[in-house]
Every structure is written in C-alpha cells, then in structure tokens.
C-alpha cells in the first residue's frame, strides 16, 4: 500500500520519497508504480501516447527512493507510515522519526487495526498525529479514513482532510476505533462468508457470484479476501479477539483461514488462497 500512496502524492506533484528497509523491496515498490501509472495513464490520455508517457515521467521524477531514514525524514511535512501491522514496530519507528523530523511536520499511520493513539504516544506529538487509511488498490480507490484520535488537534485533522482531497479522494472523519468504518464492517463479513462455507451452505465460487450479482459487489468475499491477504484478515481478526475491542462471536476462530495461512496460501500474493492465480 506503501507504494500506492508514494504514487498518488506524485501524481499530483507532490515531493515524496518511499523509504524501505532495502534495496529489494524499493525495487518492488516501483514496479508496483510503474504498472500502475501506465494504466492511469492509458485511461487519463486514451490514445495520446506522447501526454501518457509524459505523465509517466513527470510523475516518477517527483520520487525518490531511499533506506536512509534519517536523511529522509529531516525535511519531511508529512509522513505517512505502511510498514508491517505490528505495534512495537510501529512505535519503534516514530519514536525515531520524533526525533528527527521537523516539529511541525504531521505523523500518520496507514493502520488498519491498530489503534492509532497507542502509536503515537511513541511520540511527544500525539496532537500532530493521526490516521490516514487508504483502500486497495490506492490509485482506484476514492476513499480514505482520516482518523482522530483524542489528542488530534484540529489542524492536523483538517490538514489531513484537505491533503486527501488534493489527491482526489474522498475523505471522511473516524473515531479511533477498532477497524474503523470500512473494516469493522468488511472483517466480519468477510469472516462470516467463510463460514458460511464451512457450514456447507454453498461454495466459494458461489458466495462470489451471489454477492456480485445479487448485492452489486465489485468483488465477492474470498476474491476479496485473496486481494487484501489472508494473513492481513486473520491478524486483524485474532488481534480483535486477544484484545477483546470487538464482540467475539464476530471473530471467532476460523479453521479453514487458519490452516490456508499456515500453509503459506496466503491469497493473490502467494499465487493461492482460496483461489488460484
Ligand atoms: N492502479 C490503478 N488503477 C487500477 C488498479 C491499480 N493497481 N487496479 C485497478 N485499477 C483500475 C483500472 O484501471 C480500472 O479503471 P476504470 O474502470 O476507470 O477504467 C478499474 O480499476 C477496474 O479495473 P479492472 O477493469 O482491471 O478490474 P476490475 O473491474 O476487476 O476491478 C478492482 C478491480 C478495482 C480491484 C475492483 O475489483 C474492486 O473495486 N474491488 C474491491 C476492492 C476493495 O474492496 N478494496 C478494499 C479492500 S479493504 C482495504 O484495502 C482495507 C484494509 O485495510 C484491509
């Protein structure tokens, strides 16, 4: 997602620069770009191939890339954060950023279950800080969660607001909640089609198509679960059931999604989930 939103930011001419860990995953950040600038631009400028390309270029030349996190984030405005849905990680890394990027400049987490204040208090900026939670994929998806926790100052909030808007995306204000809007919604659905299954009611296949044509869905439940990760679902579901935020008969434990992500079949990322690819 990570790459998604390095894209969108340039898009609109935006300096942004993608840090990774190395130089494999930047690698793959950009190919994750690359295909997906050239089809917003075949869409943006049908068959004018010298605007698309030039599109292409003058969005790539606003990033740059890099693994040194410090140079990165000393002149930074905005920093907004996609790595791996682990707390201490998370704190980790903007217990460092708090000590050297600008003041001023807006911390935002790209969580989609953690809450939000327990990483910023990492931080001496908790009114700087909050949620910014993007969908997939992050250059067709219009929507993003701008997430206020208690100590979110107004400015920030509204600073968050209108940068979505720059980006072309529609915003809406959330309180900082397990799942939010979109996923408190989405994980129980997604978890309950499951066991639908298990139940015997009706295959995958069919789920899929029934909430498709029946509920105009642009995904069914295990297609959409083999795109968001079969991993990412059960890690939100089992953090909400440890930590006791949700009611846990919307998520219980569920054999098939536990032995498909101990099999390493993690969805369309792994090639296989529920289905194959
Ligand atoms: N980059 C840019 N554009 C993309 C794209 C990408 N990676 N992937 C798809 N698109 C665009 C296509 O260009 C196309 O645009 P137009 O219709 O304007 O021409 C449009 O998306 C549809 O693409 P396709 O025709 O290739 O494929 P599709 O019709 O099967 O749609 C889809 C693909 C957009 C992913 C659609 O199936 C969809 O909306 N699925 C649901 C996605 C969803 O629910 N995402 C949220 C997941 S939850 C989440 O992200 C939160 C979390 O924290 C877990």
């Known amino acids: 997602m990570g790459a998604g939103i390095v894209q969108v930011a340039a898009q609109k001419g935006y300096a942004v620069t993608m ?7 930047l690698e793959r950040g950009k190919g994750i ?14 068959d004018d191939e010298q605007k698309q390309s030039e599109f292409i270029k003058s969005t790539l030349s606003s990033i740059k890339t890099s693994t040194d996190l410090s140079k990165s984030a000393e002149s930074a405005d905005l920093i907004v954060e996609a790595i791996v849905e682990n707390l201490q990680k998370k704190q980790k890394l903007f217990s460092s950023l708090d000590k050297i990027a600008p003041k001023d400049s807006i911390f935002a987490s790209n969580t989609s279950s ?5 990483i ?39 600073a968050l607001m209108e940068f979505s808007k ?3 995306k529609t915003p809406v204000t959330c309180k900082d909640t397990p799942g939010f809007i979109v996923n408190r919604l989405l994980v129980p659905y997604l978890l309950e089609a499951i066991r639908l299954v298990e139940r015997g009611v009706a295959t995958p296949g069919d789920v899929d198509t029934a909430m498709k044509l029946g509920a105009g869905m642009p995904m ?13 679902l059960k890690s939100i579901a089992d953090g909400w059931r440890e ?14 999604l536990d032995d498909l992500v101990r099999a390493g079949n993690l969805g ?5 989930g529920f289905f194959s690819y």
Request: proline share 4%.
């Open 243 to 256: 930590g006791g935020q949700v009611d846990s008969n919307l998520v219980v434990k569920i054999k098939t």
């Open 220 to 232: 069914g439940p295990f297609e959409l679960s083999d795109f968001v990760g079969l991993d990412t």
């Open 19 to 25: 840090v990774d860990l190395d130089e494999s995953s």
């Open 166 to 168: 720059k980006l072309d």
């Open 268 to 272: 369309r990322k792994t090639g296989k």
């Open 114 to 118: 953690l809450p939000i204040i327990e």
């Open 120 to 158: 910023a208090k990492a931080t001496d900026r908790t009114d700087k800080f909050a949620g910014l939670h993007f969908f997939n994929p992050v250059p067709q998806m219009k929507l993003v969660e701008v997430v206020k926790t208690e100590s979110t100052s107004d400015e920030t909030h509204h």
């Open 33 to 46: 770009i690359n295909s997906s600038l050239k089809r917003v631009a075949k869409k943006q400028f049908k």
